[in-house]
Structure formats: structure tokens, C-alpha cells
């Protein structure tokens, strides 16, 4: 008999059988090319796709890929039938999309279908409220587990952070009582702001990438060589000049509070001019100002953000049009 409330159950109890941390195109992209490296023939869906849907083979290719790493919005979880993922991933939960899903309560449903019929591993990040409660309440395939990412030693079924390496206590056989490295901070340095330091969510999307590559078999000097070649796309902290000693940074992929707020905490304080634009989808951004501002010699608005926040941002020392 289908025991809904057994296949939740599953996802914990295996979880620790089995063991002793917006972002969410850089981790698909890490986890594509780290997949490549260990030989994996693959093909990475952008958003999910017809090809990712259909499994059809990319012209060109002679045989079927062996991975598809998927990458999908909230906006088509809540209405898609998904094939069952052997590793999924909620990489958060915070506030987004709301001018069209209404409430959280109903935005972190439709992500939470992400778990789905996972077959093996369901990746949370424990930093995030609410994470594990959805692997928690997922209907999983029975013997699916749950893995935690950490930005603490990690426990058993986690895999987390030991001064500037990244341990791996979920997908190997000694897991109970000892770790495995599968990169440190230097193997993604490079992908960093320069002088700025390297943001905490650089660290935490590669953390997710490799969690889910290794649910797949891949090993970690192979994580490891496909982060130190990796390289952020357009749009995601990407330096773009430097004029009389002014950088300019493109982060235009970073469309909501959360995402922003990953970069701009990176930033030494009073650096940063933040020009921010376009619709908020129905977020308040009040509190990323306020949180913010002693990062920001200034910030600009334009378009439905500076409608929305234009009568209370003055009040905000860091702001100035």
C-alpha cells in the first residue's frame, strides 16, 4: 500500500543511515561542468526545456546523455510533472515572486515540489528556515535521504565547511567516521570580486553543485579540477570596466532582496554606488537598503523599484538619487 506519510518518514531514517549549504544558474552550471570533467556525457537544461522534458538526444551527439542538470523556477514547479531527479535542491526560501503566488506560504509550496520523486538525494541547506521541513514533507521515492549543507564542520549526512575546505560526510563509504575533501576556497578564488574577497554564496553554490554531482558517483579531485575551470557567466558579479579607478560590476542576474543581498555583503564598507531597477515582483526592498546601506557610498533606483520605494528610501542615510 502508498504510504504518503511513510515516504516522508524515508527521507530522514535513510538520511542518517547513509550519513554519520540566489545562485541557482551558477550552481547548475558548476554541477555541468564538474559532471563533464569526470567524463559524464551531458547536457544541461537552462530553466527546464522540451529537450530536458523529452530526453531527446542534442544533434550532433552519438549517444544519450548520462546526466541532465535541471534548472527550474518556482513558477513552473507548481504546475510541471517532473521526471524523479536522483539529487535535488532548494538552495532557499526567501521572499520572492509574490506578485504572483500571493503569499510565502504558497511560493515555498511550489518550491518544495523541487523534492519530488528524488530518488536519491535530497539536498537542503541548513542555514535556510524552513529547508529541511520541506525534505521533511516531500514525497520522495522510498530510500531517497536527506543530505544538509553546512557552513560548520559537518555532521554525518552533511557535507560542510572545515576552515577553507569543503568535507564531504554524506557519499562515501567512511562517512561515519571521517570526512573526504572534494575542494577548498582556492579552487574557486577566481571567481571572487578581487579586493572584495569572495562571497560566502560562491562558496555555498559550488557546495550544492558538488553535493549533487556526487549523489551521481563523481569524485572529488573531479569537482575539484571543474571548479578551479569554471568561470561565472555574464551577468553575476561580472567585472565589467574599470574607469579612473571606479569598477563596475554587472549583477543584473541577482532580480530579487535575497540574491543582492549575497553580493552586497561581500563589498567593503562605504564602496559601493548600487543602481537597482526594474520590478521588485512585488517585494519590499526596504530592509536590503537598510541592512545594507553602510556598504553603499549611494544607491539609484529607477523603473517599478524606485516606484515602490522612492517615499520611504529618503529617510535612508545611504540613499541618494
Known amino acids: 500500500m502508498d504510504d504518503p506519510a511513510r515516504r516522508r518518514a524515508l527521507v530522514l531514517r535513510h538520511g542518517h543511515q547513509r550519513q554519520d549549504h540566489d545562485g ?18 551531458e547536457h544541461g537544461g537552462g530553466g527546464l526545456d522540451r529537450r530536458a522534458r523529452g530526453g531527446r538526444r542534442r544533434r550532433g551527439c552519438g549517444a544519450r546523455p548520462q546526466a541532465w542538470p535541471i534548472e527550474i523556477a518556482a513558477l513552473q514547479l507548481h504546475d510541471t510533472s517532473l521526471p524523479r531527479p536522483l ?17 510565502m506560504e504558497r511560493y515555498r509550496a511550489a518550491k518544495a515540489a523541487v523534492y519530488r520523486g528524488t530518488t536519491g538525494a535530497c539536498v537542503y541547506p541548513t542555514w535556510e528556515p524552513g529547508a529541511r521541513e520541506m525534505v521533511e514533507e516531500a514525497e520522495v521515492t522510498e530510500g531517497a535521504r536527506a543530505v544538509g549543507l553546512s557552513l560548520a564542520v559537518p555532521g554525518l549526512a552533511q557535507v560542510g565547511l572545515v576552515e577553507d575546505a569543503v568535507i564531504d560526510r554524506a557519499f562515501h563509504p ?4 571521517e570526512g573526504v575533501e572534494l575542494f577548498t576556497t582556492d579552487d574557486v578564488a577566481h571567481l571572487g570580486m578581487g579586493e572584495a574577497g569572495l562571497p560566502l554564496h560562491i562558496v555555498t553554490n559550488a557546495m550544492a553543485a558538488a553535493a549533487l554531482v556526487r549523489e551521481g558517483g563523481v569524485d572529488p579531485d573531479a569537482i575539484a579540477a571543474g571548479l578551479r575551470a569554471f568561470r561565472v557567466e555574464d551577468h553575476r558579479i561580472a567585472r565589467v570596466a574599470v574607469i579612473d579607478g571606479v569598477t563596475w560590476v554587472n549583477d543584473s542576474k541577482a532580480t530579487n532582496a535575497h540574491a543582492a543581498a549575497a553580493s552586497l555583503r561581500a563589498l567593503a564598507d562605504g564602496s559601493a554606488v548600487w543602481l ?19 556598504k553603499m557610498r549611494g544607491s539609484c533606483s529607477s523603473g517599478a523599484t524606485r516606484a515602490r520605494g522612492s517615499s520611504r528610501s529618503r529617510d535612508t542615510r545611504a540613499t541618494s538619487r
Open 24 to 41: 541557482a544558474d551558477d550552481q547548475r552550471a558548476a554541477a555541468r561542468r564538474r559532471a563533464a570533467r569526470a567524463a559524464a556525457r
Open 87 to 103: 539529487a535535488s535542491i532548494c538552495l532557499n526560501v526567501a521572499e520572492d515572486h509574490l506578485d504572483h503566488f500571493g503569499t
Open 174 to 177: 567512511r562517512r561515519r567516521t
Open 276 to 294: 537597482a531597477g526594474g520590478d521588485a515582483k512585488g517585494a519590499d526592498l526596504d530592509d536590503l537598503v537598510r541592512d545594507f546601506a553602510v
